[in-house]
């Protein structure tokens, strides 16, 4: 059966899209001022992305 959603915890699309663009934001503004280097960034997306599949790979 399906679960009901408290709507205090649902988001819309544009909600997540808006998270996502500030995010994307603040990680270009970072790299322009240098407190982050591009290979950190790589670094961090393939760990992120290996963390992705070993918890899809769990469900």
Do not use: Y
């Not at 544009?14 to 970072?30: A, V």
């Amino acid at each position: 059966m399906a679960e009901t959603l408290d709507p205090k915890e649902v988001v819309t699309r544009e909600e997540l899209f808006m998270n996502n663009r500030c995010d994307q934001e603040t990680l270009i503004n970072e790299l322009k001022i240098g407190n982050i280097s591009k290979e950190e960034v790589r670094e961090e997306i393939k760990r992120l992305s290996v963390q992705g599949a070993k918890t899809k790979g769990g469900e």
